[in-house]
């Protein structure tokens, strides 16, 4: 089942390849981006103890265009980690409220990003094209999710769905994501989150 559904999900992405609309426009199969925004405190500390994670890439002049594999190779990826890894917040695995990490059997939604994105390198995907993202879940409360830029639009592997869906088809309410350029830089995807004379860390913790 796991196996059709994919493939399904990857003949429907294909479509956007064609069909999507300009960044500023409403329905885009792409985000829109406001400026700088400051980075999510639990990720300037992950940094601090994990630099080779986050060092910049090489800037890539073009969107990665992907091929049907390995479109449904995100789905795949995202379904195998949503059931490997238990579910649960810092404060139950740490002790504290927000801790970045990469989880071995137990994480909340940042520690599933983090997971994610490296295994997606490791079978071949830029990292470049597997940025970091933070919103406001649908009752308001700070969620990461990986976005991931493609050709064909930006994709949302999230731990609380299986499905992988266009950004603007989740009922989330996007704030920022780290910059394709730079992975240290982060950038504004609302108007109301970017940085002007503040250069603190964003203080959202990523609960669930």
């Keep these: 089942m796991a196996f059709r559904v994919a493939i399904a999900f990857a003949a429907t992405l294909v479509w956007y390849s064609g069909s999507a609309l300009a960044d500023d426009r409403p329905g885009s199969a792409f985000m829109r981006i406001y400026g700088t925004a400051p980075p999510p405190y639990g990720y300037v500390e992950y ?7 986050c060092r910049p890439g090489r800037p890539a002049a073009r969107r990665f265009s992907a091929t049907p594999d390995r479109l449904a190779e995100l789905d795949r990826v995202n379904r195998q980690i949503n059931r490997t890894i ?4 810092d404060e139950e695995i740490f002790g504290v409220k927000e801790y970045w990490t990469m ?17 997606l390198i490791r079978r071949g995907w830029p990292a470049n ?26 994709f949302i592997l999230d731990n609380k769905v299986d499905e992988v869906r266009v950004w603007h088809e989740t009922p989330y309410r996007y704030l920022m994501r780290q910059s394709y350029l730079n992975a240290q830089v982060w950038m504004a995807l609302d108007p109301a989150v970017r940085a002007s004379t503040t250069t603190a860390a964003a203080n959202i913790a990523t609960t669930n």
Aim: glycine share 8%.
């Design 129 to 154: 094209a597997l940025l970091i993202t933070v919103v406001r879940d649908e009752v308001g409360d700070g969620h990461a999710v990986l976005t991931v830029r493609t050709a064909q639009g930006d």
């Design 47 to 53: 940094c601090r103890s994990n630099q080779s994670a």
């Design 86 to 89: 238990e579910p649960a917040t």
């Design 103 to 119: 989880p071995r059997t137990r994480g909340d939604c940042e520690d599933y990003v983090l997971l994610k994105r490296q295994v």
